[in-house]
Nanobody
């Protein structure tokens, strides 16, 4: 059963922008979406999956890999159970499949470790042309 669904990927020229979205339908009924740390990861061809950004609602906290700081913004809409990644000033090095993920533990802090995340989306392709 797919619980996280990404959208918004596509082909964009260098310097352009994209907004990725992730809809989460897999939260157990006894918990709230806002209770979970959420993250974005990406995987380029021939490379390992790497951390991009993560976000916690309470207390509010975000974390970014250095290569995207100042260009990407992670955000969430708890009422809609949506996670977003706003990407600007894109470069060909940002080309990858982007995945959203939900931390396996409620009330957890931001984490860069893929192992900390239990549920993953199917990914959305982002291609940046030079």
């Amino acid at each position: 059963q797919v619980q996280l669904v990404e959208s918004g990927g596509g082909l964009v020229q260098a310097g352009g922008s994209l907004r990725l979205s992730c809809a989460d339908s897999g939260i157990p009924e006894r918990y709230d979406f806002e209770s979970y740390a959420m993250g974005w990861f990406r995987q380029a061809p021939g490379r390992k999956r790497e951390f991009v950004a993560s976000i916690v609602y309470r207390p509010e906290s975000t974390d970014y890999v250095d290569s995207v700081k100042g260009r990407f913004t992670i955000a969430r809409d708890n009422a809609k159970k949506m996670l977003y990644l706003l990407m600007s000033s894109l470069t060909p090095e940002d080309t990858a499949v982007y995945y959203c993920a939900r931390n396996r533990l409620i009330y957890s802090q931001t984490s860069r470790a893929a192992a900390a995340y239990q549920d993953w989306g199917q990914g959305t392709q982002v291609t940046v042309s030079s």
